[in-house]
């Protein structure tokens, strides 16, 4: 067999996790399996090398050099506990610290410059990962496996859409297997950085926040992998993020559609595109616990077995802003939704949920918070006649509010859902701002006030998750 095995930052977070990881691997090679391992960031690497470029940019020269010494700290003492042989020892010691010095000057730059273009952005923000990755080749091989590393921008081109750059799959499948099979056949680990990928040029990209996940299926996909396995730590995906509630249920198997969902709506256990490049192949995804190994956690596959349950999980999105377009005379004019719709989605304006009361006095799109002030003035534009005419009123932004999303495809034949979770909701005095269901009827989405999203999450989930 074949396998991809990704492990997430926390994971890899220390020397101590990174020596787990190596008996994770281990097991799978006794087994006879080929493996090819993608590493992310050690935990917190990568929000901190954003900061610090995000610092930089804004004069502050001090956290940067604090976030340099920092962050050769952390992976000196990896490579110090790890790495047993003295001259590999030494050359990650001069790489690592080479590699921080270079970020320092790319970050000057910024200073100097005090702007930061999508294309630095990528350039820092996947330094975590080409600075684990060598380290914990040398680690495994230290602990007695065969492994070698290859960095993902020369396995996966992908176009320049800087900070969530897409995959070019038929190129990113001659690139990949032409590096890695060989290893492989050689009877060797073979290990990679996750999130990166670079243009035809050699530009290196990133496939945006969480993007190791998707890095595991690409090149899943790429090697015609037997399976992907993603291993975090949590028990596979559940019912909702544990961490709101903690008494959420391992969902043992679920589909690629509704992983996808789930993910989208905010799961963040995988990243919302992990499924695209595998789901056509039949691939299947395990979600793994790297701090319980033997918990079976989650298979994603095509045709589940069901569990008995209509719902499969409860997610929030937050960071999202509702905009509204209001007014009396829109009642019955043809046009206007979709005007609304052509007008948002010329500016490129990603809308996440959309929702019309019946009374047709105004139509709520869903869009991310930061792309809210441009889909106001997009809107106000558009209907500029109209407003002047007062036959709409208002177009209007609320933020501080999240998508609270119930998600499962059996829910299609079960009527009564949307009974149970307004109940729940009614129970808790939690207010619903706006309702949609989606035409898939995979999930049914309302809006609430982002204070009290994770106590719609707790009522939702108490009232309709089965132990
Ligand atoms: P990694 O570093 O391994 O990529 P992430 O932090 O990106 O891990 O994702 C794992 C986290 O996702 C969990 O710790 C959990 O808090 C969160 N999470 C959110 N929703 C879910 C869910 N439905 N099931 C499991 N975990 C979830
Ligand atoms: N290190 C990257 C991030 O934090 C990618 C990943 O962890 O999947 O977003
Ligand atoms: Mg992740």
């Keep these: 067999m074949r396998v991809v095995m990704k492990f997430g930052g926390t994971s890899v977070g220390s020397a101590e996790r990174l020596a787990g990881v190596a008996e994770i691997v281990r097991a799978q090679v006794k087994r006879g399996n080929q493996v090819i391992v993608v590493l992310s960031a050690m935990s917190g690497v990568t929000n901190t090398l954003l900061a610090a470029l995000k610092e930089s940019a804004n004069g502050n020269i001090a956290k940067l050099l604090q976030t340099r010494d920092e962050l050769l700290k952390k992976h000196l003492d990896v490579i110090n506990a790890l790495v047993r042989d003295e001259t590999a020892r030494q050359n990650l010691t001069t790489t690592t610290t080479d590699a921080l010095d270079r970020f320092e000057d790319l970050c ?62 038929d190129e990113t499948r001659v690139q990949a297997r032409a590096k890695l099979l060989p290893i492989l056949e050689n009877g060797s680990v073979a290990v990679t950085t996750g999130f990166i990928g670079a243009t035809k040029k050699g530009i290196l990209t990133t496939l945006g926040r969480g993007g190791s996940d998707y890095t595991a299926t690409i ?114 004019v043809p046009g206007i939704a979709a005007r609304t719709f052509s007008a948002v989605a010329r500016e490129k304006i990603n809308v996440l949920m959309i929702s019309q009361s019946s009374s047709e006095q105004n139509i709520c799109l869903l869009v991310e918070l930061a792309s809210a002030p441009r889909a106001v003035q997009v809107l106000q534009a558009e209907f500029r006649g109209e407003m002047a005419a007062q036959n709409i009123e208002h177009v209007w932004v609320q933020d501080q509010i999240a998508i609270i999303a119930v998600v499962g495809s059996a829910m299609k034949k079960t009527p009564g859902v949307a009974a149970r979770v307004f109940g729940a909701l009614a129970n808790d005095n939690i207010n ?8 898939s009827e995979y999930n049914l989405s309302l809006v609430v006030n982002e204070s009290e999203a994770d106590n719609a999450v707790r009522a939702i989930h108490r009232s309709i998750v089965k132990k």
């Design 108 to 169: 000057s730059s910024i200073y100097v410059l005090g702007e930061i273009t999508p294309r630095a952005t990528d350039a820092v923000g996947s330094l975590g990962e080409r600075l684990l990755v060598p380290i914990a080749t040398q680690a495994f091989n230290d602990a007695g496996l065969r492994a070698q590393w290859v960095a993902a921008n020369e396995l996966i081109m992908t176009d320049d859409n800087f900070v969530a750059a897409s995959p070019f799959m």
């Design 219 to 332: 090149i899943g996909a790429a090697l015609d992998a037997d399976e992907v396995q993603i291993w975090t730590d949590v028990n596979g995906v559940m019912t909702t993020d544990p961490r709101i509630v903690p008494e959420a249920l391992t969902l043992s198997e679920i589909s690629y559609g509704e992983a996808a969902e789930l993910s989208y709506f905010g799961a963040k256990v995988i990243h919302p595109k992990t499924i695209l490049p595998v789901a056509e192949k039949n691939t299947p995804i395990r979600i793994l616990n790297s701090f319980e190994p033997t918990h079976p956690g989650t298979l994603i596959v095509r045709d589940p077995k069901s569990n008995g349950s209509t719902i499969r999980g409860i997610t929030a999105i937050r960071n999202v802003a509702l905009v509204t377009v209001e007014g009396r005379g829109m009642q019955g």
């Design 432 to 439: 619903i701002i706006a309702i949609a269901q989606g035409s």
